[in-house]
């Protein structure tokens, strides 16, 4: 059976290609401390500065043999970069930034300077990016992917003028979340194809807030600003959203991303098969909390297999990983992936 | 109009976030003589609990659930200081956060607004609440429930802290957690006295903390 690297899995599975066994990338990382001791790149240094954001995503591939990594994990870099506080406890090894209080008191005054990529975290996450490009070139022939991550259009819209208020301009006043939701896409058009620029070669784009929206909502409002984005990114692309998605679903072959990485137990295999199966990739799922963070290493190899035998296109975790989740439930994801090649009689001639 | 049908209207118009019409039936159930905790409790109430089950059911998004806590809140404003004496104010104090680390409060705010609505004390501290903010309250106020929320993973760590802190100098409080990425085996594992998935639940769950029948 042809075998190929993992970035070829990646790629070639993102874009519908059947490669005949199960790809062995999994492209929703990350950290948690054990690696962080391991990689000697701790919070919030690891958020913030080029060379520990790099030598943590490595340990993506190093420590748990997920053949992938994904650069940056922390929430809050778009909108601490137009303008949000944002606070970091220094001496919280594990501690993620922390949202304190919007950028914008209105809508129509969303905008952002010319030199917004130099704001904030972004210029440490191309730096990070370039590093562990440089890495995987030199040391694993280049065959391990970078995801870029950014958080969505919705999320950060809501963050940088308001939770509350994002979600009551959806009914009350479309035409505020019309403008600050496309000012935001403006943004991540130019932040995704900088991280690609950088090294990366896809892009998974998480909107956690447009769970709690209506399937009109997202559809009205959402997905021509996600439309919008994908237009402008070439290389492949997946969304995640976490929660009850299975009503929104059916959207998502409309948003021009090629996969949806879910969260269950908030939606079934099951569920999305129905709504998007053959037209979009589905991702996922092994919860964070029940089995990477409170369960055994063999409930999560369970979980894993369970997922493939479901049907599957990548295995992910459910969301981001719980900090203090143990690293031998971490490379149990991997352990299923190896496990469920092995029985179908696939041989790698490289790992 | 009959009591059942001005209640029935109440419940209505939260449902359907008739800000415009909060106030005149309101107004109307107090000129009527209706017991405003009644009204509270069957018309104001029972709007919310309905918008709880379209929430479930997803028929709602979290939009329409702000809008409708906005119109019970008006609802409140307007009932609340016509209540005579305790009424039936429950005796038991909750206390109401979203852990250290974590801003969301949708949810919360919804589970403080039906615990008051239920007739329990409630002081919400707000987001992003550490142990020390707790007790500081605690030691002010006292406090019978400490109900805690967290929507993320990553925060959950914060929970289990505060519940820590907490019960080492006050072991009389009963916890009770919630929160999109809290199940009932971490509450178990934290050390809670209970754990509700949604703000009806919480009330109940509440209920039975405070060794309240119904």
Redesign the interface.
């Known amino acids: 059976m042809k075998t190929y690297t993992p970035k070829e899995e990646l790629l070639k599975t993102l874009l519908g290609e059947d490669i005949g066994y199960f790809p062995r990338t999994v492209p929703l990382f990350t950290p948690v401390v054990d690696m962080m001791k391991q990689t000697d790149a701790y919070f919030p240094a690891a958020n913030y500065e080029g060379e520990p954001m790099a030598r943590l995503a490595l340990a993506a591939h190093t420590l748990s043999r997920w053949n992938c990594t994904m650069i940056p994990w922390a929430s809050t870099v778009e909108m601490e970069a137009m303008g949000c506080r944002v606070i970091n406890k220094e001496d919280d090894i ?3 930034p ?3 209080e919007r950028a914008f008191s209105d809508a129509y005054d969303v905008t952002f300077p010319k030199d917004i990529l130099t704001r904030g975290s972004f210029p440490a996450v191309f730096e990070a990016t370039k590093i562990v490009r440089g890495e995987i070139d030199s040391k694993y022939n280049g065959e391990i992917p970078i995801v870029s991550m950014c958080q969505g259009p919705f999320t950060i819209a809501s963050y940088i003028i308001g ?2 208020e994002m ?2 301009h ?3 006043d479309k035409k505020r979340a019309e403008k600050v939701l496309d000012v935001v896409a403006d943004l991540l058009i130019l932040y995704c194809n900088r991280m690609l620029e950088s090294g990366g070669d896809v892009i998974n784009l998480a909107d956690p807030a447009a769970e ?4 009109k ?1 997202f559809e009205d409002l959402v997905i021509p600003v996600y439309r919008k984005i994908t237009a402008a990114i070439e290389t492949p692309r997946m969304t995640h959203i ?3 998605t ?2 929104i679903a059916h959207l998502l072959p409309e948003s021009g991303f090629h996969a949806f990485s879910f969260d269950y137990p908030g939606v079934e295999v099951a569920t999305l098969k129905d709504a998007i199966g053959g037209r979009m990739g589905i991702i996922g799922s092994v919860p ?3 089995h990477f ?2 369960g055994s290493r063999q409930d999560v190899i369970d979980m894993s297999i369970s997922m493939i035998e479901q049907g599957v296109d990548f295995l992910s975790p459910s ?6 989740t143990p690293l031998q439930n971490v490379t149990a994801m991997a352990e299923a992936i190896e496990e469920w090649n092995r029985k179908k009689g696939v041989t790698f001639e490289t790992s | 109009m009959k009591v059942s049908e001005i209640l029935d209207r109440m419940a209505q118009i939260v449902v359907e976030f008739d800000e415009d019409s909060i106030d005149g039936v309101c107004n109307e159930a107090l000129e009527a003589g209706i017991d405003p905790n009644e009204a509270i409790l069957n018309g104001l109430a029972r709007g919310m609990n309905r918008v709880g089950e379209l929430y479930e059911s997803q028929e709602y998004g979290i939009p329409e659930v702000l809008l409708c806590a906005d119109v019970l809140n008006r609802g409140m404003d307007i009932l609340k200081p016509h209540i005579k004496g305790a009424g039936d104010k429950v005796s038991a104090r909750v206390v109401i956060g979203t852990v250290e680390g974590d801003i969301h409060c949708i949810g919360k705010n919804i589970v403080g607004l039906m615990l008051e609505v239920g007739g329990f004390q409630v002081t919400d501290l707000g987001e992003d609440v550490s142990p020390e903010q707790f007790i500081e309250e605690i030691e002010k106020q006292g406090c019978d429930i400490l109900a805690l929320s967290t929507m993320m993973t990553t925060t959950l760590s914060s929970m289990k802290n505060i519940i820590d802190k907490v019960a080492h100098q006050f072991p009389e409080t009963r916890f009770l957690v919630g929160g999109a990425s809290v199940t009932p085996e971490t509450s178990e594992r934290f050390g809670a006295s209970g754990y509700a998935e949604n703000a009806t639940e919480a009330v109940k769950t509440a209920r039975r903390l405070a060794g309240i029948a119904g």
Not at chain 1, 212 to 215: A, E, N, Q, S, V
Not at chain 1, 319 to 324: D, R
């Open positions: 594990a501690g993620y922390q949202f304190k939770v509350n979600f009551k959806m009914i009350k709690g929206l209506t399937p909502q976490c929660g009850r299975g009503k964070t909390v029940t963070l409170e969301c981001g990983l719980p900090q203090y």
